[in-house]
């Protein structure tokens, strides 16, 4: 009975032992920093620091104290919070301890005198919104010691950067980036995230760049460029850094680059020089823009124009003047940048001069198959070239505030470009029962030169009353490129039987000059109706004067061609005028933006066939509308959605084409009935982000669909193979396509892991006529992937994405047939920082695609890079590596397109394995490297 007692007063002292265990508390005062004054009826609140639930909550009483009892043990959030005032939160741990937490007195600070939206005491609010820029706070995340701004870009949430720094920002590319708000060199955002020092780096914007005078006005103009904009701290603008980098390898590969950065206040100079054979340096991935082609396209104001490029893209076999990979590459470039505020910031001035070569040589085999409606043809093409282009280019911009309300933007922009190009093609075609059809010998050979000159002249101008303004923009553009080249094609045509039925042989000299000079004005006009709304009209005036001659000639003895082939020969004249008018009312007013109005366009079109003395004329008006909603609930969420509607008029080669054999198996027939399309595109954005877990969610999507389609009416030539194309509309089906993109990331816990999900689904329906008979071809492709990554400073960095994919993809000519296949992709990186400063650092890209029942086999890929480095001072800005570039040898270029009824793939030479040492150098007078972040 004693016992029975004893181990009940026992268990009941221990009851009350553990339930005093969890009776925690906290407890603390809460005043204004500035004043002293008790903030009655602060809201107090106790999170639970796992996932931000509410675990207590309280206010303040009459003197500002507050005291929050029953508390259990574990980590939790104290969350204070006052109107008007800067949110104060902690994190914090109740333990065995102290039974009571004691915060003391808390200084709450008024937002309005506090530049950060959020106190954190242990984190930084990573990222938040400002209307529709997101920016993110550089401090917030962290970086190895002299990393690039690259390295910085690879960690905010929703931002991939590819291996050769291609940048995607929540699904769509980012074309430009801007250091402090100016050009850096102008087209080459490699240039700033492989070189500028994450050290310097204060914030980092992302938002879409409008043009100036969209800015200015409000009109969405629908020139827009998801662009980054790096801000630099301030004590990082004075002073000098730059790099020296120099590598040799195995098997002839060599790589050098050279950058200097002078930054006194507001005054910047940047120098560099760079020459590689390595495909990872002096190229970037917008060469497409350094570099530049040559096409006729549609203008800003609805009208047709010649634009830059050598002006021979008859005879550059495709080629636009940049590396994407196929071939080996050989890059010379460099540059000087120049730009200052000065005259109190009245006046500002930017420079930049670039000059650079690219040479790339390399083979290529394409297998593809034609889908008929009764039968297929199948062609295997094997293809050498040799590439080059050189070109210099030279670009000022001024701007002055001429008063406190009015300013001036004067922008030029010169260009010249030299391109050669030699190819060898040769290829056969086999009908469905492995027959032969036809084989194709082929050389073309070409060089071109181009100048191109742009300016103009932006006058901005606010008047008294608020919301009033005027702008005014006169732009011209003068471009002239001339070409010569020689086409060189045999062509051998087969019976069933398999005996040569026929023979064609072509050996032409061609030339090809064109001029082009286009005047542009737009004046614009807003006049406020209300403190929140304004109506906005514009009004503009286009000129555009152009010369095409095009001329192909026969030998008349070998090596003499002066028999002009009238067939294959072109020359015009073309002149044009724009009328354009527009509305746009816009509401904006708290969270609210809302922009909405119309374009239209009425075009005058004359062209002279100088050779058959023919005049084609065309008057047509384009519509142009737009409509955009955003909401902005918060600094941390940003919603928008938007349509778009616009017309696309026929090309000149759809209507009255340019004569062109390059390819002696395609004709392209000419239809001057042709009607523009119209493509109504509708999209939408939505961000989201959490301080206090650092949950980042991000969404974009697009989908557009196409009334009265110009589609391609290909007939093919069973007996010989031979095709002929003529472009028609179609006016009782809608061509669409799709793009979803969506991404969440966090923060696991207090430690540095970072976890992501990521998934896409694009896709598209289209039409083509294929021997008079209707094809739909439809072709959806679903992807996901789950990525980590973390920084622990001078231990470890480590990044891995991986995922799957499938691809539905048929046509409605063969419904027996279809391209149906899954996919892997997964890519990873690390560093690990080894005693006696060394660094162990590898890289790992893998590539599956299954079989088709196109394709008959498997395609699998894993490239594996990986290096050793050893730094050196006391700052480790002097590092030698030794690197293994394509460990397994597996770099094998591939890649599967489906386009109408016409489905393709083509392997490639690339860069193959090879090992370099090399050694680099970061030098600057701005403190030395900087502690990684925290």
Not at 54 to 75: C, E, N, Q, W, Y
Not at 645 to 674: E, F, M, R, S
Request: hydrophobic share 30%; net charge positive; proline share 2%.
């Amino acid at each position: 009975m004693k016992f029975t007692i004893l181990l009940l007063v026992s268990c009941f002292l221990l009851t009350l032992s553990a339930s005093a265990q969890n009776q925690y508390s906290v407890k603390g005062s809460v005043a204004d920093t500035a004043s002293n004054a008790k903030l009655v009826n602060t809201s107090i609140s106790v999170l639970n620091a796992k996932d931000s639930t509410l675990v207590s909550f309280t206010r303040a009483g009459t003197a500002g104290t507050f005291t929050l009892p029953d508390l259990k043990k574990g980590k939790l959030i104290l969350l204070v919070t006052y109107p008007g005032y800067a949110d104060y939160v902690e994190r914090f741990t109740l333990d065995s301890g102290k039974s009571t937490r004691d915060f003391g007195r808390l200084s709450m600070i008024l937002k309005a005198k506090l530049l950060a939206d959020v106190i954190v005491k242990s984190s930084r609010a990573a990222m938040k919104m400002k209307g529709d820029t997101t920016e993110f706070d550089a401090k917030a995340f962290k970086v190895q010691p002299n990393a690039k701004v690259e390295d910085l870009l690879k960690q905010f949430p929703g931002i991939q950067v590819d291996k050769d720094g291609k940048i995607t920002a929540q699904g769509q590319t980012v074309t430009k980036v801007l250091v402090d708000g100016e050009e850096f060199f102008g087209d080459d955002p490699t240039l700033v995230t492989k070189n500028l020092r994450a050290d310097m780096v204060d914030k980092v914007q992302l938002y879409d760049k409008k043009s100036d005078q969209a800015t200015f006005t409000g009109i969405d103009d629908g020139q827009k460029t998801k662009t980054l904009n790096i801000q630099l701290k301030a004590d990082k603008k004075n002073g000098y850094f730059g790099k020296l980098d120099g590598g040799v390898g195995t098997d002839g590969y060599y790589s050098g680059q050279a950058l200097f950065n002078k930054f006194k206040a507001k005054e910047k100079f940047s120098a560099y020089a760079i020459v590689s054979n390595t495909g990872k340096t002096g190229l970037g991935w917008q060469d497409s823009q350094k570099y530049g082609g040559s096409s006729l396209e549609v203008a800003d104001n609805g009208g047709l124009m010649f634009t830059g490029g050598s002006g021979n893209d008859d005879i550059e076999n495709g080629w636009n003047g940049q590396y994407n990979g196929q071939g080996i590459p050989l890059a010379r470039t460099g540059g000087l940048h120049y730009d200052s505020k000065f005259n109190k910031d009245k006046e500002s001035i930017n420079l930049n001069y670039k000059i650079g070569s690219l040479e790339v040589k390399g083979t290529s085999n394409t297998l593809s198959q034609n889908n008929l409606k009764d039968s297929t043809i199948n062609t295997n093409a094997n293809q050498t070239y040799d590439n080059y282009i050189f070109r210099q280019k030279l670009d000022a911009t001024y701007q002055v505030k001429l008063d406190t309300s009015s300013n001036l933007k004067i922008m030029v922009d010169g260009t010249l470009k030299n391109s050669k190009t030699n190819n060898n093609n040769f290829s056969q075609s086999t009908r469905e029962d492995g027959s032969l059809l036809n084989d194709n010998t082929r050389n073309t050979t070409s060089n071109g030169n181009t100048q191109v000159l742009n300016a103009s002249a932006l006058y901005t101008k606010k008047f008294k009353k608020k919301g009033r303004t005027l702008s005014a923009l006169v732009s011209e553009s003068y471009n002239q490129a001339d070409s010569k080249g020689f086409l060189l094609s045999d062509a051998h045509f087969y019976n069933a039987q398999g005996n040569v039925d026929s023979i064609q042989h072509i050996d032409q000299y061609k030339t090809n000059k064109t001029r082009s000079n286009l005047l542009n004005t737009n004046f614009t006009y807003t006049e406020p109706l209300t403190k929140a709304s304004s109506i906005i009209f514009n009004y503009g005036l286009g000129i555009d004067n152009g010369v095409s001659d095009r001329e192909s000639f026969n030998a008349s003895v070998p090596k003499i061609y002066n028999v002009l082939d009238t067939s294959l020969s072109n020359n015009f004249k073309l002149n044009q005028l724009s009328n354009q008018v527009g509305a746009f009312y816009n509401y904006q007013k708290k969270k609210i933006t809302v922009n909405l109005g119309t374009k239209v366009t009425a075009i005058n079109f004359n062209q002279v066939n100088e050779i058959t003395n023919k005049e084609f004329k065309r008057n047509f008006v384009n519509w142009d509308p737009s409509v955009r909603v955003q909401y902005r609930p918060s600094q941390f969420k940003y919603f928008s959605i938007g349509y778009r509607g616009n017309p696309t008029q026929p090309t000149i080669d759809q209507i009255q084409p340019v004569a062109v054999n390059t390819d002696p198996l395609l004709i392209v027939v000419g239809n001057q009935d042709l009607k523009p399309s119209f493509t109504n595109n509708i999209n939408a954005n939505f961000n989201s982000y959490k301080v206090l877990t650092g949950m980042s969610f991000f969404m974009y999507g697009n989908y557009s669909f196409t009334s009265n389609p110009i589609v391609s009416n290909q007939v093919t030539d069973l007996a010989s193979g031979k095709s002929t194309i003529q472009y028609v509309n179609l006016g009782t089906k809608q061509p669409s396509n799709f793009y979803l993109d969506a991404s969440v990331s966090r923060k696991i816990g207090h430690t540095d892991l970072n976890i992501g999900l990521s998934g896409n689904i694009s896709g598209n329906n289209s039409y083509n006529f294929s021997n008079s008979e209707l094809n739909f071809t439809k072709s959806n492709t679903y992807s996901g992937g789950i990525q980590a990554y973390e920084y622990i400073q001078k231990k470890f960095d480590f990044n891995v994405f991986f995922g799957p994919s499938y691809t539905l993809s048929g046509s409605s000519l063969q419904p027996d047939i279809n391209n149906n296949g899954r996919g892997f992709n997964a890519r990873g990186s690390f560093t690990v920082y080894l005693p006696g400063k060394f660094q162990l650092a590898s890289d790992a890209d893998y590539l599956y695609r299954a079989k088709t029942q196109t394709f008959d086999s498997d395609f699998h890929r894993t490239l594996v890079n990986a290096s050793l480095s050893k730094t050196f001072f006391k700052e480790d800005n002097l590092k030698f590596t030794l690197a293994a570039n394509d460990l397994l040898d597996q770099n094998k270029g591939f890649d599967r397109t489906v386009n109408a009824n016409f489905i393709q793939q083509n392997t490639y030479t690339t860069i193959k394995r090879y090992f370099m040492f090399s050694v680099a150098w970061d030098f600057t007078s701005m403190g030395g490297a900087a502690p990684a972040k925290k």
